[in-house]
Antibody, heavy 121, light 107 residues
Framework: EVQLMDSGGGLVQPGGSLRLSCAAAGFTFSTYAMSWVRQAPGKGLEWVSAITGSGGDTYHADSVKGRFTISRDNARNTLYLQMNSLRAEDTALYFC??????????????WGQGTLVTVSS | EIVLTQSPGTLSLSPGERATLSCRASQSVSSSFLAWYQQKPGQAPRLLLYGASIRATGIPDRFSGSGSGTDFTLTIGRLEPEDFAVYYCQPYGSSRTFGQGTKVEIK
């Protein structure tokens, strides 16, 4: 059974930083692309960042480009999202998501429960 | 970037009724790489369909998908109480964006 355990969320001031983690289990982590998807309170889903199975290629939405960095440690079966220069509009529930393949095209076949990031002074 | 329009925004139906949800893309979705997700309140989304019409593991057969090109449909044959939720479409071939969602609520 696939398990994705998101963590690292919390309250941070505007301009601050936070690192999210996602511990994966139940599948061969290095052979699947991974993504972060967020959901602002009461809003829809927004894809944030993606990384290929090998970690060789990363992608970020325009809204976070230059501020967020996705990475993975395949030896530790862990996905990360480093978030810098945080803004109020980054406040959201962040989901760790498993892709259905190592690289595109892939759909999102498993989701973590999410970790809440609140950016406020 | 593909822009998705889901309609209606909200669908008010009774248990046992049939639900028809639409997802329209601003440009053709390659090879029917279209997925549907369901999200219940307080829960993470879950995959329902991929390839426009292929049910994910464990998804009941009252859920079906159709369409190609720019127009796709999710149909729920007979609504069960647990089907009242928000549904999102996503063209995963050339984009990672989601539609804005359709809420299926109890009438």
């Amino acid at each position: 059974e696939v398990q994705l355990m998101d963590s690292g969320g919390g309250l941070v001031q505007p301009g601050g930083s936070l690192r999210l983690s996602c511990a994966a289990a139940g599948f061969t982590f290095s052979t699947y692309a991974m993504s972060w998807v967020r959901q602002a309170p009461g809003k829809g889903l927004e894809w944030v960042s993606a990384i290929t199975g090998s970690g060789g290629d990363t992608y970020h939405a325009d809204s976070v480009k230059g501020r967020f960095t996705i990475s993975r440690d395949n030896a530790r079966n862990t996905l990360y999202l480093q978030m810098n220069s945080l803004r109020a509009e980054d406040t959201a529930l962040y989901f760790c998501v498993k892709g259905s393949a190592a690289s595109r095209p892939y759909f999102f076949d498993s989701w973590g429960q999410g970790t809440l990031v609140t950016v406020s002074s | 970037e593909i822009v998705l329009t889901q309609s209606p925004g909200t669908l008010s139906l009774s248990p046992g009724e049939r639900a028809t949800l639409s997802c329209r893309a601003s440009q053709s979705v390659s090879s029917s790489f279209l997925a549907w997700y369901q999200q219940k309140p307080g829960q993470a989304p879950r995959l329902l369909l991929y390839g426009a019409s292929i049910r994910a593991t464990g998804i009941p057969d009252r859920f079906s998908g159709s369409g190609s090109g720019t127009d796709f449909t999710l149909t729920i044959g007979r609504l069960e109480p647990e089907d009242f939720a928000v549904y999102y479409c996503q063209p995963y071939g050339s984009s990672r964006t989601f539609g804005q969602g359709t809420k299926v609520e109890i009438k």
